[in-house]
Nanobody, 120 residues
Framework: QVQLVESGGGLVQAGGSLRLSCTASGRSFSRYAMGWFRQAPGKERDFVAAISWTGVTTVDNSVKGRFTISKDNARDTVYLQMNSLKPEDTAVYYC??????????????WGQGTQVTVSS
């Protein structure tokens, strides 16, 4: 059974930082890309960032320069370092996995989400 488990969410003041982690299990994730998405209340789920098996990254313009995605293949874990957080970053953050390239769509596996709240 495939599982993606996120951690690291919480409450932080504007300008602060958080690091999210997502650990995958249940199958081999070799050649899989891992991504982060977020969904704010009343809005659709949006792409944030993704990283391929080889380390190629794709980052949405809304977070470029503030968020960094990285991974540890040996641990099947992907990270999202979030700096200079803004109240508009408040959302539930989801980890996802797909075979192949680090695209913005087409993810097959999803985590349960972790809440990030940024206070002003």
């Amino acid at each position: 059974q495939v599982q993606l488990v996120e951690s690291g969410g919480g409450l932080v003041q504007a300008g602060g930082s958080l690091r999210l982690s997502c650990t995958a299990s249940g199958r081999s994730f070799s050649r899989y890309a891992m991504g982060w998405f977020r969904q704010a209340p009343g809005k659709e789920r949006d792409f944030v960032a993704a990283i391929s098996w080889t380390g190629v990254t794709t980052v949405d313009n809304s977070v470029k320069g503030r968020f960094t995605i990285s991974k540890d293949n040996a641990r099947d874990t992907v990270y999202l370092q979030m700096n200079s957080l803004k109240p508009e970053d408040t959302a539930v953050y989801y980890c996802a996995a797909r075979f192949g390239a680090a695209l913005t769509t087409g993810y097959d596996y999803w985590g349960q989400g972790t809440q990030v709240t940024v206070s002003s």
